[in-house]
C-alpha cells in the first residue's frame, strides 16, 4: 500500500507539473502573438516613404525595443504640407505594450490630419493635444513638430514634453536647440507650445531623436545628447550624407544599453559640392 500511494502521489505530480507547462507554454505564446502584433503595427504606421524637394535630404532610423515586452510607441513622420513646406515630426508615447504601439498611430494620423487646418507647429501641436483628450485615453505622449520652407531653410519648431533636437553647421558649430516647450500631448487642455524659428543653413543639419537613442543604463540623458552633438557636428563639418550620420546616431544608441524604441530622423540641405 505505500509503495501504491507514493506512485499515486507521483503520477498527480507529473499531472500537475504537465499542466502548468502546459499553462506556461500558452502564456508565452500569447505574449509572442502580442509582441508580434505590436511590433508590426508600429512598422506599418511609419510612413513609407519620405518627401523630396531641391536640395532636401531626409533620413531615418528606427530600433524597435527587444528586450522582453518591451515594445514602445515611437515614431517618426515627414510629409509634404498643403503650402509645399515639409513637415517633420518624432514622438514617444507613454508605456511599452500594444495598447502603446495603437496610440501612437492615432497621434501621427491626427498630426497627419490636423496639418492640412493650420500648419503653425505650436498650433498644431494645441489642437492634436485636444483631439487626444477627446479620445479618452489615459496614455500621453511627447511629440516635436517642425516646419521646413526648403526654398529659404527657415524651420519653425514646437515642442510637447519631447527632448530637445540636435543642430550642427557646416563651419563647425553644433549643440542642442534651445526652446521653451510645452507639457505632453494629452495630458491637460488647453495647453499652448510656442514656437522657436531657426535656419537651417546650407551644409547644416538637424537630428530630431527620441529618448532611446540618448538614456540607457550607461549613459544619462545629457551625456547622449553631446554624443550626438558631436557625431552631428563631424557629419556637418565632412559633408557626410544624411543616412550615413543617422546610421551612426542609431549605433551609438546601441552602446548604451537601451530598453526603449530608438527613433533618428536627420534634416539636411546640400552643401559645398551638392554633399549631405
Known amino acids: 500500500m505505500p509503495r501504491k500511494r507514493a506512485m499515486d502521489e507521483g503520477d498527480e505530480l507529473l499531472v500537475r507539473l504537465g499542466s502548468l507547462t502546459a499553462q506556461a507554454r500558452r502564456r508565452a505564446e500569447l505574449q509572442r502573438t502580442q509582441v508580434e502584433l505590436a511590433i508590426a503595427l508600429q512598422r506599418g504606421m511609419l510612413p513609407r516613404d519620405l518627401p523630396a524637394a531641391p536640395g532636401l535630404h531626409l533620413a531615418v532610423r528606427y530600433a524597435p525595443a527587444n528586450l522582453g515586452l ?14 509645399g513646406r515639409i513637415g517633420l515630426a518624432i514622438g514617444d508615447v507613454q508605456g511599452h505594450n500594444i495598447e502603446a504601439a495603437a496610440f501612437m498611430g492615432q497621434v501621427r494620423a491626427g498630426l497627419r490630419a490636423l496639418a492640412s487646418v493650420t500648419g503653425d507647429p505650436g498650433e498644431l501641436l494645441a489642437r492634436t493635444n485636444e483631439l487626444l483628450l477627446s479620445l479618452g485615453s489615459d496614455l500621453f505622449a511627447t511629440c516635436t513638430f517642425m516646419r521646413l520652407d526648403p526654398a ?29 516647450g510645452g507639457p505632453p500631448l494629452g495630458v491637460e487642455k488647453g495647453m499652448a507650445y510656442p514656437v522657436t524659428r531657426h535656419r537651417l543653413a546650407t551644409g547644416g543639419v538637424f537630428v530630431l531623436l527620441t529618448d532611446g537613442v540618448v538614456e540607457g543604463p550607461s549613459l544619462d540623458i545629457e551625456d547622449g545628447l ?9 557629419a556637418a563639418v565632412a559633408g557626410l550624407e544624411a543616412r550615413a550620420l543617422a546610421a551612426a546616431v542609431i549605433k551609438g ?8 524604441d530608438a527613433a533618428v530622423l536627420v534634416v539636411g540641405l546640400d552643401g559645398p559640392g551638392g554633399r549631405l
Open 253 to 260: 544608441a546601441e552602446g548604451i544599453g537601451h530598453e526603449d
Open 70 to 83: 518591451n515594445v514602445g510607441g515611437d515614431w517618426y513622420d515627414a510629409f509634404t504640407m498643403p503650402d
Open 152 to 180: 529659404t531653410g527657415v524651420l519653425e519648431s514646437a515642442r510637447a514634453g519631447h527632448i530637445p533636437s540636435v543642430w550642427a553647421t557646416a563651419d563647425g558649430k553644433s549643440g542642442v536647440v534651445e526652446d521653451e
Open 226 to 234: 553631446d554624443q550626438v552633438v558631436r557625431l552631428a557636428g563631424v
